[in-house]
C-alpha cells in the first residue's frame, strides 16, 4: 500500500456520517460514484484492510489531478450512469456499498471560465465534462421558447420560466448571448435586488442541470443499484435539491420513480431496499465552516 496524495476541492459533505453509512467491511468492495476531491474516497480507504477495493468515478478532467496512489483504488474517468459497464470491465459485478455526492464542486464553481457560477463573467459553458458537445451556449441560443421555459421551470423552479425563455429569443434575435454576464443583463429586469442573487442561482441551475443531463444520469445510475449491490450491501447518497432528493427518497421507497411499488401475486410489495435510519442533514457547525453543506440531505438504504 503506498501513501496517498491529492489536491482539495473543498471539505466532503457529511464526511463521518455518509461513509459511516455504508458500513465499511475491511475486506469489502466499494464505489464512490462522485470523486471530486476524493475527501470521501480517502475516508473509506482509511476504513479497508488490505484486501479492500474502492473504484471511483469522475467525469471531470481536473479530478483526475487528484487521484489516489493506493493499490487498493481505481479512478475511472467516465460518467457513473455507466457504472455497471465498467465495473464489469474490472471483473466486478458485485460490491458492498456505492457512495454518491450529487452536485457541482467548489472547485467547479471556483474556476471562472467553467461558466457554474453567478460570482464570475465567463462563456457559457456548464459543462461537467470538457468532452460534452452540448454547453449552456446552446440551450441558450438553441432551444426554441418552450423547451426552453420548460427547462427553467422543471429545473429551477421557476414560475415566471415562460417569459424569461420569451426575453432569451427576443435577445437572441438580435445577437447571440455567449457569456454569463450578457446573459444576466438581458434578464435584468428579472432580478429584483433583494432576490438577485437566489433567482440568478435557479437560473444557472436550470440550465446547469439541463446541460449535463443530471436528473437522467441519476436515474439510470439508481435503476442499476439493486443488481450491483450484495444483499445487506448499502447505498450512501448525498443529494442537494428537492428533484434530487425526491428521485433517491422513492426510489429507496418503492424501487421506481413514479407510483407505488411492485407487489407481488399475494399482494405482497417487492422492493430492493430498505431505508435506514431517517434523513440525515449537516450540523450547524458544518454548515459554518463549509457553507456548501447547508443543503445537503443524506439517505441511507440497504439492499434486501
Request: positive net charge.
Given at each position: 500500500m503506498t501513501e496517498t496524495t491529492w489536491i482539495m476541492y473543498h471539505n466532503a459533505v457529511l464526511l463521518k456520517e455518509?461513509?459511516?453509512?455504508?458500513?465499511?467491511?475491511?475486506?469489502?468492495?466499494?464505489?464512490?460514484?462522485?470523486?471530486?476531491?476524493?475527501?470521501?474516497?480517502?475516508?473509506?480507504?482509511?476504513?479497508?484492510?488490505?484486501?479492500?477495493?474502492?473504484?471511483?468515478f469522475d467525469q471531470d478532467e481536473d479530478a483526475l489531478k487528484n487521484t489516489i496512489l493506493d493499490e487498493r483504488f481505481t479512478l475511472i474517468h467516465e460518467n457513473f450512469r455507466y457504472i455497471q459497464q465498467f465495473l464489469?470491465?474490472?471483473?466486478?459485478?458485485?460490491?458492498?456499498?456505492?457512495?454518491?455526492?450529487?452536485?457541482?464542486?467548489?472547485?467547479?464553481f471556483d474556476i471562472p471560465e467553467r461558466g457554474f457560477s453567478t460570482r464570475f463573467d465567463a462563456d457559457l459553458d456548464m459543462r461537467m465534462s470538457k468532452k460534452s458537445s452540448v454547453s449552456a451556449y446552446e440551450v441558450v441560443n438553441r432551444y426554441d421558447q418552450k423547451a426552453l421555459g420548460k427547462v427553467f421551470y422543471e429545473?429551477?423552479?421557476l414560475r415566471n420560466a415562460n417569459a424569461l425563455a420569451a426575453k432569451i429569443i427576443k435577445q437572441r434575435e438580435v445577437?447571440?448571448?455567449?457569456?454569463?454576464q450578457q446573459l444576466k443583463s438581458v434578464l435584468q429586469e428579472f432580478l429584483p435586488k433583494?432576490?438577485?442573487?437566489?433567482?440568478?442561482?435557479?437560473?444557472?441551475?436550470?440550465?446547469?442541470?439541463?446541460?449535463?443531463?443530471?436528473?437522467?444520469?441519476?436515474?439510470?445510475f439508481l435503476k442499476q443499484t439493486p443488481e450491483l449491490l450484495k444483499p445487506?450491501?448499502?447505498?450512501?447518497?448525498?443529494?442537494?435539491?428537492?428533484?434530487?432528493?425526491?428521485?433517491?427518497?422513492?426510489f429507496i421507497r418503492a424501487g421506481q420513480f413514479e407510483g407505488e411499488p411492485e407487489k407481488d401475486f399475494y399482494g405482497n410489495s417487492s422492493v430492493p431496499f430498505?431505508?435506514?435510519?431517517?434523513?440525515?442533514?449537516?450540523?450547524?457547525?458544518?454548515?459554518?465552516?463549509?457553507?456548501r453543506a447547508r443543503s445537503a440531505k443524506l439517505r441511507i438504504a440497504e439492499r434486501i
Open positions: 455518509s461513509v459511516d453509512g455504508l458500513g465499511i467491511k475491511e475486506s469489502g468492495i466499494y464505489v464512490d460514484v462522485t470523486f471530486g476531491g476524493g475527501g470521501h474516497s480517502r475516508e473509506i480507504l482509511q476504513r479497508l484492510g488490505s484486501e479492500g477495493k474502492l473504484f471511483a464489469k470491465f474490472y471483473g466486478i459485478r458485485k460490491v458492498d456499498g456505492i457512495l454518491a455526492d450529487f452536485g457541482v464542486s467548489s472547485h467547479q429545473y429551477g423552479d445577437v447571440p448571448i455567449k457569456t454569463t433583494s432576490k438577485e442573487h437566489k433567482i440568478l442561482a435557479q437560473i444557472y441551475q436550470a440550465i446547469r442541470i439541463e446541460v449535463n443531463e443530471e436528473i437522467e444520469v441519476i436515474k439510470e445487506g450491501g448499502r447505498l450512501s447518497i448525498i443529494s442537494y435539491h428537492s428533484l434530487e432528493d425526491r428521485l433517491v427518497k422513492r430498505k431505508k435506514v435510519g431517517g434523513l440525515i442533514i449537516p450540523s450547524k457547525e458544518e454548515i459554518r465552516s463549509n457553507n
